[in-house]
């Protein structure tokens, strides 16, 4: 049985940007209910349920696929995805993390984006063109390349095997509460909770990604 990762972090401690009760929605309610329905897939399978979530969405075509009917890989790609991504999201945002890229990924970003200033708008834009309900994802591609895109609803990088170094959750449930339909205004807060260097740490994790 997965379980609920705790917070490192109170729930109003990333306020003013994002406000105490959504991260209770959020975590307590949005993220539990992926969990569940993540646990209740599994149930009869515990061949799967021995993989981590990141895991078997790495390996969803050869472990997933395989093993699996249909409505069973549904539940797993949409549950596991969603429960992977709010685990991710939490642990890359802090109070009070440096908040522009450092290390290694500094010089990746700068290499693929021009500058962090370059890459910030550009994932804003990406962002704001997720249509509907969806993340978006700065990843390591299978050439272990940064590679910045969006994708619908809980759909996972994991799936076709990029690593996801970070993202940013557009769904309405992660900023309705205190932004509204103000879409906008969240993607210009979150980057004051973002902490790169959580971030970095990912990044070297997927650099060495299996
Ligand atoms: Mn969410």
């Not at 009760?21 to 349920?49: C, G, I, R, W």
């Not at 050869?62 to 429960?83: C, E, M, W, Y």
């Not at 890459?119 to 969806?134: L, Y």
């Not at 910045?148 to 900023?175: C, F, R, T």
């Amino acid at each position: 049985m997965h379980t609920l990762p705790t917070l490192s972090y109170a729930y109003e401690a990333l306020e003013p940007h994002i406000d105490g009760l959504t991260m209770h929605v959020h975590h307590d309610k949005h993220h539990q209910a992926y969990l569940d329905k993540f646990n209740a897939a599994l149930s009869n399978y515990p061949e799967l349920a021995k993989l981590s979530a990141e895991d078997l969405l790495w390996h969803f075509e050869d472990q997933v696929k395989t093993s699996a009917p249909d409505d069973i890989q549904a539940a797993l790609k949409n549950h596991g995805g969603g429960f992977e991504h709010h685990s991710l999201f939490w642990d890359i945002m802090s109070p009070n993390g440096p908040r522009e890229a450092v290390g290694e990924l500094a010089a990746a970003i700068s290499s693929k984006f021009g500058s962090f200033a370059d890459f910030r708008t550009q994932f804003i834009d990406i962002a704001m063109k997720q249509f509907g309900s969806g993340w978006a994802w700065l990843v390591l591609d299978e050439n272990k390349k940064l590679a910045l895109y969006s994708l619908p609803n809980q759909d996972s990088p994991l799936l076709s095997k990029h690593y996801p170094i970070m993202g940013v959750d557009v769904w309405e449930h992660a900023y309705y509460l205190k932004y509204q339909n103000r879409r906008p205004e969240y993607l210009e807060a979150i980057w004051n909770v973002l902490d790169w260097q959580k971030i970095e740490e990912r990044y070297q994790l997927g650099l060495k990604k299996s």
